[in-house]
Structures are given as structure tokens and as C-alpha cells.
């Protein structure tokens, strides 16, 4: 029985511009090998086009679900989140396409690579290894991860920290009159919340808050709670409201805003992130007693395309495109793979790498090993996290590099950023080869010899994770309505 990466390859998911392709909805086994990856990529030639139609009718009385999900049916579908057509215009955006540009957190403290290592971890549930629990003893962090730290279009930018930029931020502005909140947008989470008045009042350290009762829009829902954990341990719990929504100059009524009741250290201790718009699966959602549609899933039926893209950058500020495939953010052409039907994450198929630039220009598989790992597109992540083959690959090319106890992970000499430089690293999926440039896998020193590095192993968690390091170096494609992520090169000269 073929596995879930080989059966998207040979049903045509992994596509380019040009042909038509066809969607895989197998829901075998997740197992992978390289021979299944060799022998579809052998079949991967069934292309798309660059800049995709929706699958859906783009009507706003097409109800917003996410219809891939075997929790779908726990959504819910008669209220404000599913996009009504009601005579208040509830769930209706107000354009069909916008963009959001990123803000820089000028309070961010930089996080050690151990503790992005373990944000990863937490945020996704998985059982830390050995060697990372010897460096939690060592760097005195808790179990826990403490430190412990864990049809519109419209476009929004992100900006990166001073100094490093591992977290991006977007003004968004909630109620009416607006009140703007700078959120995380995270791609691997599915819930929308916000420090609020309700917030514990020790919780709150300078950042500013949602408070329902000053919007004339707001509305509780009686007797509905989240309560949302990430991968650093950090936590944030409270009640739900309704109400207006705005991003990159678009609104949406009717949306739900999760309002936090408590928080933990790791939010409280950065007073400019006020909290996190979840741009995954809504059946990711964690409202109680029904789950709520993501903002993207709200909005969904109103936009030209039901996409949203990702233009992350290298120290300034980046962009979130809802609605519209900007073609002048990137470079060739989009390739597309379908995700995983049935998983709450943007995840896919990677089916091979490369480690250095390839020998020979006339050849671009030269040097490429085939070797396919599940992985996800995570903007909320800070690192690429690989399966140790790759990880051991990558740093054999590195003179010097070596697995630090203390730091829980691959540390390099900083000299090497100078000559002769940290080689690029390549990744497949299916016939698209993505580069990232070695001079961004440099995540930061820590100390005055050696640095970490932003390739880490993926350990005991289930996939890889495709975090900010690599999405600074590629233009992204969130297609919501074909099932499917592409990616595609863009200018990275500085």
C-alpha cells in the first residue's frame, strides 16, 4: 500500500504551472520511503497553473468549512462564523482581495535557539528527547519548557524584531470603534485571541487590550471557553466573543474573538505582542463547546481566491496577501502540493535536498539526494526542523560544527559566516527545488566563538516544520480552496 507523500506524488498533487492535476484524497498509511518518493517523482509532471481558480463557487452564500477535515462537521454552521448573507452583512468581507504588512516588536527579547527548539516542541505536543531534557537541566528550564520559556484580497506587513527576526507581527483592528491589536499570524494554529480587560490583571505587562464592552459590535457567546497550549508551554485560556474583524483595510462581522482570562509568563513577558490570529485548520480550533471558524475560513467564499500568501522577509518587514496571488513578490513559476486531507496543519510532502549550490547549472538534480519526511508550514515556528539525515548532511559540510549538550542542539563557529560561508540548502517537492540561502540558516551567537544554527532535527516530533528561517527565503501559497501549498523563489539579494 503506498504511502500518504508517494500517493500525492502519483496522483499529480505535487504540481507547476502549465497542466492540469488532480487532488489526492488518500488517507493511507503516513509512512514514507525513498524509493515510493523516486518512483513518483518519476509520475509528477501532471502541472497547474501559477495562479490557481478556487474549486468553490466564490458566492457568499457558500458556507465556510473546511470540508477536508473528518472534525468539519463540528463546526459551526449556522451562526455568524459560517458566513451568513443576513441582512447585517455578517460574515461578508467588505473587499475581495487585501494586504497586511508586518510591524517590527521593538520589546521582543531574543529567545536562545534551545528555547525556539522547544517552542516547537511544546507547540506541537511532542515527547522531548533525551538530549533535550539534559539541556533543559543544564540552562535550568522546567519540564515544561520554561525558561522556560513555548471573494476579497487584501495585504498585510509583518516586521521582524530589532536585530533577529524569528517573530513578525500585523495591526489588526477589532470593534467597533476599532481597537488595533499587533497579532502573531500563525499558520500552524487555528484560533484568534487577544489580551482583553477580562485578562488577570498580574498578566498584563504593557500590552494593550481588547475591551468588549467599548465596542458597540461586540456580543458574547454564552458558555464558550478556549483554551489553547503552543510548543514553548505558553498558554492563554479565557471566553468568546463576536465581532468585527478588520485586516489590511478588509472587515468581517461576526467573528469570533477569543478574549483571554489568563495567560502565561511567556505572553506576559512581551509587552508588544498582544496576541495570535490562527491561520490553520479550523477543525485546529479549541472553542468549547463548538469549534469557531478560522478568520480565513470565515471569510473564504468572499475572496477572488481563497488563498493566502506569505512574503516573509530578511530584517524588514514582510506581507500577508489574502484573496490575490501578487505576481510581482516572486520569481519563475508556483509549484503546488496538495496537504494532507485529513490533518488540522498546512502539511505536506518534502521529497529530497541538497546541501551547497548545485555543481552544475545545466543540471539541477546534481548533487540532489531523494529522500521524503512529512512536514508543515508553520509561520508561528522559528526554525526548519529536519529528520536527522538531513540535519547530519547539512553540518558534515560545516567545518566545525558539532551537537552542543548545553544548547540541545547544532552549534557552528561564527567565523564560518565570514569564510567561507554556511552552504545553501535546498529543498524538494516533488519537481520544485527551493533554495535557502546558508547565509539566513545562521540563527544568532551564543556566545563570542559559536553560533546556532536554524537547521535543528526534528527529534521525536511526527513531521518536520517549515518555520520563519525558510519562509524568509520563499514566497508561499496558502490555497484554501484547491487543498494544496505551493511555493516558488524570490529576490533574496539582500
Request: aromatic share 10%; charged share 15%; proline share 4%.
Amino acid at each position: 500500500m503506498p504511502s500518504l507523500v508517494a500517493a500525492l506524488l502519483l496522483s499529480g498533487a505535487f504540481a507547476e504551472e502549465g497542466l492540469d492535476h488532480q487532488h489526492s484524497n488518500t488517507t493511507n498509511s503516513l509512512e514514507v520511503t525513498s524509493a515510493e518518493v523516486t518512483s513518483a517523482e518519476a509520475t509528477s509532471a501532471e502541472l497547474t497553473s501559477a495562479e490557481p481558480t478556487s474549486a468553490e463557487p466564490t458566492s457568499v452564500e457558500t458556507t465556510s468549512m473546511n470540508s477536508t477535515s473528518s472534525e468539519a462537521n463540528s463546526l459551526e454552521t449556522n451562526s455568524p462564523e459560517a458566513n451568513s448573507t443576513d441582512a447585517d452583512g455578517v460574515g461578508k468581507l467588505n473587499v475581495d482581495k487585501f494586504s497586511v504588512k508586518q510591524v517590527r516588536n521593538e520589546y521582543y527579547k531574543k529567545k536562545s535557539g534551545l528555547v525556539a527548539l522547544l517552542d516547537a516542541y511544546a507547540k506541537y505536543s511532542a515527547p522531548l528527547p533525551d538530549q533535550l531534557k539534559i539541556a533543559m537541566k543544564f540552562n535550568g528550564l522546567s519540564e515544561n519548557g520554561k525558561e522556560k520559556r513555548q471573494h476579497q484580497t487584501g495585504s498585510t506587513t509583518a516586521t521582524p524584531p530589532q536585530g533577529y527576526d524569528y517573530e513578525f507581527l500585523c495591526p489588526v483592528d477589532i470593534g467597533t470603534p476599532a481597537q488595533t491589536m499587533n497579532l502573531n499570524f500563525d499558520s500552524g494554529s487555528s484560533d484568534l485571541w487577544v489580551f482583553s480587560n477580562d485578562t488577570t490583571a498580574a498578566e498584563i505587562n504593557g500590552q494593550e487590550i481588547y475591551n468588549a464592552s467599548n465596542s458597540t459590535t461586540a456580543a458574547l457567546k454564552p458558555g464558550y471557553t478556549f483554551s489553547i497550549g503552543y510548543g514553548d508551554g505558553n498558554t492563554a485560556s479565557g471566553i468568546v466573543y463576536t465581532d468585527v474583524v478588520s485586516i489590511g483595510g478588509a472587515s468581517v462581522r461576526g467573528m469570533a474573538v477569543e478574549s483571554a482570562l489568563e495567560v502565561s509568563s511567556g505572553f506576559t513577558s512581551d509587552p508588544y505582542s498582544w496576541g495570535l490570529l490562527g491561520l490553520g485548520m479550523s477543525a485546529g480550533n479549541t472553542v468549547q463547546p463548538v469549534k469557531q471558524l478560522t478568520f480565513m475560513d470565515t471569510i473564504k467564499s468572499s475572496l477572488q481566491q481563497q488563498v493566502f500568501t506569505a512574503n516573509l522577509k530578511h530584517g524588514i518587514p514582510g506581507e500577508y496577501d489574502f484573496g490575490y496571488i501578487d505576481s510581482t513578490q516572486y520569481t519563475g513559476r508556483i509549484q503546488y502540493g496538495s496537504i494532507a486531507p485529513s490533518s488540522i496543519y498546512w502539511e505536506f510532502a518534502a521529497t529530497g535536498y541538497r546541501i551547497g549550490a548545485a555543481p552544475n547549472a545545466s543540471a539541477p538534480n546534481a548533487g540532489y539526494t531523494t529522500y521524503a519526511w512529512r512536514s508543515i508550514a508553520d509561520t508561528g515556528t522559528t526554525l526548519l526542523l529536519v529528520p536527522d539525515q538531513v540535519v547530519t548532511d547539512y553540518y558534515a559540510a560545516v567545518d566545525g560544527s558539532a551537537y552542543d549538550d548545553y544548547w540541545g542542539g547544532v552549534l557552528f563557529p561564527c567565523a564560518v559566516m565570514d569564510d567561507p560561508g554556511l552552504p545553501d540548502f535546498t529543498f524538494g517537492i516533488g519537481l520544485y527545488k527551493g533554495t535557502l540561502p546558508g547565509r539566513y540558516i545562521n540563527y544568532g551567537n551564543v556566545n563570542d566563538t559559536y553560533c546556532y544554527g536554524g537547521i535543528q532535527t526534528q527529534g521525536s516530533m511526527e513531521f518536520g516544520i517549515f518555520g520563519d528561517v525558510i519562509m524568509k527565503a520563499q514566497f508561499v501559497v496558502f490555497d484554501l480552496g484547491n487543498q494544496r501549498i505551493g511555493f516558488a523563489q524570490k529576490d533574496v539579494a539582500t
